[in-house]
Structure formats: C-alpha cells, structure tokens
C-alpha cells in the first residue's frame, strides 16, 4: 500500500530554515503529483506547495511564495519542502501527500487530487 514518512520537523527561531523530507513507497513513485499541506490548531488543512508529477511545475500558496521551495528526487522516492524566513504563523502540522490518480490532469495545485497522507511533522517557529 501506498506509505508517505515525513521528517525534518522541529522547533526553529523566526526567521530560521527548516527541511522537510516525504519517503514514498508503495507504487510508481514518478507518475504521482506531490504536495506538502499545513494545518494549524483549530484551522482546516491547506495545500502550502504542490509539484508535477515531472517535476516540471510546481505551486506555492501566496503566503509561502518566495520563502518555500518544493522539490523531488525521483530517483529517491522522495519530494521535499525547504522552508527559508520562517515566521511564526507557519507552525503547523505539515503533511506530505501524494495524488489519487497517476498523471492527473485534474490539476495538481487541487487538494482534492490527493488521497494519500503522511502522518505528519510538527513545524514551530517561535518569535
């Protein structure tokens, strides 16, 4: 079955950087759209970045455009969220996720393309 393990959580100053990684198993890791959601106490979960399953595009919502950077490692199984000038309203639960379908043409920035959830990674950024 389809298996995502986040790592690269952690308690960090405003400001700082974080890494996160998403290890994939379970199919075809290259034909999949990729993406990292956050959800915060009390908030619904929303989609943070979303990338191709190519690698040839990717997404950011407007609160992380410019500080986040999605990438993946085909070879590796493997997508990642490098997160640069964090600030405190980015603490969140963030969870990697893959598509339902294998080359979705729905549309990969589109939350209900995903159906498979890692068990998430706390972020904190204090300030």
């Known amino acids: 079955q389809v298996r995502l393990v986040e790592s690269g959580g952690g308690l960090v100053q405003a400001g700082g950087s974080l890494r996160l990684s998403c290890a994939a198993s379970g199919r075809t890791f290259n034909k999949y759209h990729m993406a990292w959601f956050c959800q915060a106490p009390g908030k619904e979960r929303e989609l943070v970045a979303a990338i191709y399953w190519s690698g040839s595009s990717t997404y950011y919502s407007d609160s992380v455009k410019g500080r986040f950077t999605i990438s993946r490692d085909n070879a590796k199984n493997t997508v990642y969220l490098q997160m640069t000038s964090l600030k405190p309203e980015d603490t969140a639960v963030y969870y990697c996720?893959?598509?339902?379908?294998?080359?979705?043409?729905?549309?990969?920035?589109?939350?209900?393309?995903?159906?498979?959830w890692g068990q998430g990674t706390q972020v904190t950024v204090s300030s």
């Open positions: 996720a893959t598509a339902i379908s294998a080359y979705n043409t729905v549309g990969y920035a589109v939350k209900s393309s995903y159906g498979y």
